[in-house]
């Protein structure tokens, strides 16, 4: 199997991994949406619209993340069929450096010749480790690339230049998060058990696919599209829903509080899913509102941990994984953010 690196145990020594059903998934989604639609009808003063014209309101957003997203995700699927087929089995192995650390530094600066969104991340970073790639690896991957790919630097340059350092925090930042998660899960010994098992087991099938490459190919984009698109949905479906149930007016409240509006910018940026690409011209409108510190917070976490990234990382990490990726990046985040409001 070429699923991770030499260091991992194989999966017929692996411990079973509880799957958690798809009818659970959805009813907590439900249950979630259910306390913020509780939460509307008992203080409906904290919303300017009624809830039938926000339920229009989040279907509209939901669509246009999705739309937003698709392209990418396609274009990721397609980038991750020529790794998986189209490169040689070793060409992965052979370009990256034997030393763990200039390995992981290498692979956080991939994002800057990969001209792809976080979406379209997740079904490359599936085919690297189809190839042999380590899962901290891929994950230091997934965490930089969003940041420091070059249209993101474009935008965020010409959103804000050079002004409070904003652009200088969010690609240190995010080179910095990437290597810490990447160096945490190197800590695991069984690499796999950081993944789901149906990921393994889609690895699996791959791995062992007869037939011409072309016809390879076909087969991967049908079962990468089959494994990202219902986490897509669901994950722009649910960004949708959050926008229009949650008062944004009490996160903008706060604004002016150097820590609080930090806090703010966090859980606004997990909550407006926003592509990577165009965030930077979405916080530049906060700009005035909100600390330097705030607005670096949102420009790290949101490409990283919004809801729908979350929803698209679930097709391949463990919920386990998931919790610590959230907890690193939005604590290191804050940190970031308060220093450059200290230092400024």
């Not at 965490?143 to 070059?150: D, F, K, Q, T, Y």
């Not at 072309?214 to 897509?232: C, D, G, I, N």
């Not at 509006?261 to 965030?279: F, G, K, P, R, W």
């Not at 917070?297 to 386990?320: C, E, H, N, Q, S």
Request: overall charge positive.
């Amino acid at each position: 199997m070429t699923l991770t690196a030499p260091a991992s145990v194989p999966h017929a020594h692996r411990p079973p991994q509880r799957r958690v059903p798809t009818g659970a998934a959805i009813a907590i989604g439900a249950g979630i949406v259910a306390v913020l639609v509780l939460i509307d009808l008992l203080a409906p003063a904290l919303f300017p619209k009624a809830l039938p014209d926000r339920a229009q309101d989040g279907l509209t957003l939901a669509l246009s993340v999705l739309i937003e997203a698709l392209p990418w995700v396609i274009l990721g699927v397609v980038l991750s069929i020529v790794v998986q087929v189209w490169l040689p089995s070793d060409a992965v192995q052979r370009w990256l450096p034997r030393n763990a650390w200039a390995r992981r530094g290498v692979l956080s600066l991939l994002g800057m010749f990969i001209p792809v969104c976080e979406c379209g991340n997740v079904p490359f970073a599936r085919g690297l480790m189809m190839r042999g790639l380590a899962p901290a690896e891929a994950m230091t991957f997934l965490i930089a690339a969003p940041i420091v790919n070059p249209i993101v630097i474009l935008t965020t340059h010409a959103a804000f230049g050079w002004d409070a350092g904003i652009l200088v925090a969010r690609l240190l930042g995010g080179f910095v998060i990437a290597n810490l998660l990447g160096w945490l899960f190197s800590l695991r010994r069984d690499q796999q058990a950081l993944l789901t098992e149906r990921f393994v087991e889609t690895c699996e099938h791959v791995t062992h696919e007869p037939g011409s490459p072309t016809r390879r190919s076909l087969v991967q984009f049908l079962v990468e599209l089959r494994a990202v698109m219902p986490a897509l949905v669901i994950g722009s479906a649910l960004a949708g829903a959050v926008q229009v149930l949650v008062p944004r007016d009490v996160l903008l409240a706060i604004g002016s509080n150097p820590v609080l509006s930090i806090i703010a910018m966090v859980a606004l940026a997990m909550t407006v899913a926003i592509c990577s690409n165009v965030d930077a011209f979405f916080a530049l409108s906060f700009a005035s509102t909100f600390s330097p510190g705030a607005i670096i917070a949102f420009l790290i976490v949101g490409p990283l941990v919004d809801v729908k990234m979350l929803a698209l990382l679930r097709t391949t990490f463990t919920a386990r994984v998931l919790a610590a990726v959230v907890g690193v990046v939005v604590l290191s985040a804050c940190v970031i953010g308060i220093g450059v409001n200290v230092l400024g």
